[in-house]
């Protein structure tokens, strides 16, 4: 079951390394909007996205398997459809490298099942909310 009290969501923000799938390199559009806002916040920010090398000062990676850093949270900019392979590559990295705590999905995207497996895999899953207004709400 998704992450909906605010204690919890709020241990979250304790974070360091958000990798944000399917960041934007366009301001005005959420997907570059609140990634700022949590570079902002001081997160770093690992931007994937496979169109671009760079998004906000940040190198861009093709895909999360290519990040080397550690990566605290996951947080998805991409649709419902495509969350559940994003959430199987994010379970894979948590058994490889033991870094990954949290999934993210953003406003308006969910997928019960991916929930499920993430769960399962001991991972924090959090499902259409905002990462900047919950963090604004609640840090």
Known sequence: MPITNDDDIRAL??????????????PGKPAHDVPAYIQRQGYRVVPINPFHDEILGETAYDSLADVDEDVDIVDVFRPSEEAGDIVDAAIDRAADRG???????????RDD???????????????????????????
């Open 113 to 139: 099942d991916a929930a499920a497996r993430a769960e399962e895999a001991g991972l924090s899953f959090v499902q259409d909310r905002c990462f900047k207004v919950e963090h604004s709400r609640l840090a």
């Open 13 to 26: 923000f304790d974070a360091e390394t958000v990798a944000v799938v399917g960041c934007s390199a366009t």
């Open 99 to 109: 870094d990954l705590k949290a999934v993210w999905l953003q406003l308006g995207i």
